[in-house]
């Protein structure tokens, strides 16, 4: 296996992963904001917007050459995958928060950002820095172990 090669397709899938964490965080936003939905629930919701995003951009961006299963064969390999990092993701959404929210409340902050905000948003960035590690690592060497 090249490492220049795996270092190039490792940084695609950050930068893929970048975008579905934009998008993550917005919909985990818009959810808890404005429908005051739970962080666990909302967070979900996202992690699924997310993971079809990321698997297109994967797909046809990070392994263009990852062509020997069938699209909807290799989306189901993806999403059991995300499915095992939401297992990961949920724990850590859910008792991370309220210690994250104590932090923030003993700091001087901003008025306009609120200790529940600053609490969700750095809780949910937790969450994905570890779960993009795992997604990548068993992504690539199941999902796409089709591609040298």
């Known amino acids: 296996m090249n490492d220049t090669k795996e270092r190039i397709r490792f940084f695609k899938f950050a930068a893929v992963g970048a975008v579905g964490?934009?998008?993550?965080?917005?919909?985990?936003?818009l959810l808890t904001r404005l429908f005051a939905m739970r962080l666990v629930y909302a967070g979900t919701i996202s992690f699924l917007c997310?993971?079809?995003?990321?698997?297109?951009?994967?797909?046809?961006?990070?392994?263009?050459?990852?062509?020997s299963r069938h699209i909807l064969h290799q989306l189901g390999m993806f999403f059991v995958v995300n499915a095992a990092g939401i297992a990961i993701r949920v724990?850590?959404?859910?008792?991370?928060?309220?210690?994250?929210?104590?932090?923030?409340?003993?700091?001087?902050?901003l008025p306009a950002i609120t200790p529940e905000t600053l609490a969700k948003n750095a809780t949910l960035a937790l969450a994905i820095g570890i779960v993009m590690l795992w997604n990548y690592f068993v992504n690539r060497y199941w999902t796409y172990n089709d591609v040298e």
């Open 21 to 29: 964490s934009v998008l993550d965080f917005g919909v985990m936003n």
């Open 91 to 109: 724990p850590i959404l859910h008792f991370m928060e309220p210690p994250m929210e104590g932090f923030f409340k003993s700091m001087d902050i």
């Open 50 to 67: 997310a993971v079809i995003n990321n698997f297109t951009g994967n797909r046809f961006w990070t392994y263009p050459e990852s062509r």
